[in-house]
T-cell receptor
């Protein structure tokens, strides 16, 4: 069974600090997505990671993928209040007709000014 | 504004009924995805269409069905509704070239309430 675990599920941090959200998954995959969701809003695609060692950066957010460890990280550098949101990772397991995209439970990030 | 539109925004109906949710993808996008978000189940992938054909199927119940039309808009049909079907339903679209996963653009969602 494909499981995707994010941790922490809730994170409260001060502006200016660095932190990392972890996304572990249980089955081989080399396709991983990160999304952001603001309260009461829809989802926004942040990163698409398609190979082992992939690293992508956008502003203060950097995502990486280690397919051997089945681990992706989302690193936040010098956090600002605007980054407060819930962040989801999702793993794409393409196996023909039973293709599945499985989401983690999300990490609610609260950045204190 | 992502360019993806969904109608209706809100839908309230009774158990046992049938509803249709509509999604118009961004101009030029060939792939459409449907997702369900609820407090109990979290985010779940339901189904993906590419240029009118089903490409991937997730945890979509047999009571649910979807299709993508020649003009690329998509509809998600939910029948024999149960209380547990109450959720936010999002669609997303992407260019979808040659089966390569790419950035998805999400619509604002349809909030379904089953009473």
């Amino acid at each position: 069974e494909l499981k995707v675990e994010q941790n922490p599920l809730f994170l409260s941090m001060q502006e200016g600090k660095n932190y990392t959200i972890y996304c572990n998954y249980s089955t081989t995959s080399d396709r991983l997505y990160w999304y952001r969701q603001d309260p009461g809003k829809s989802l926004e695609s942040l990163f698409v990671l398609l190979s082992n060692g992939a690293v992508k950066q956008e502003g203060r957010l950097m995502a990486s993928l280690d397919t051997k460890a089945r681990l992706s990280t989302l690193h936040i550098t010098a956090a600002v209040h605007d980054l407060s949101a819930t962040y989801f990772c999702a793993v794409d397991m393409l196996t023909g007709r039973d293709d599945k995209i499985i989401f983690g439970k999300g990490t609610r990030l609260h950045i204190l000014p | 504004d992502s360019g993806v539109t969904q109608t209706p925004k809100h839908l309230i109906t009774a158990t046992g009924q049938r509803v249709t949710l509509r999604c118009s993808p961004r101009s030029g996008d060939l792939s459409v995805y449907w997702y369900q978000q609820s407090l109990d189940q979290g985010l779940q992938f339901l189904i993906q269409y590419y240029n009118g054909e089903e490409r991937a199927k997730g945890n979509i119940l047999e009571r649910f069905s979807a299709q993508q039309f020649p003009d690329l808009h998509s509809e998600l049909n939910l029948s024999s509704l149960e209380l547990g079907d109450s959720a936010l339903y999002f669609c997303a679209s992407s260019v979808g070239l040659a089966g390569v996963p790419d950035t998805q653009y999400f619509g604002p969602g349809t909030r379904l309430t089953v009473l």
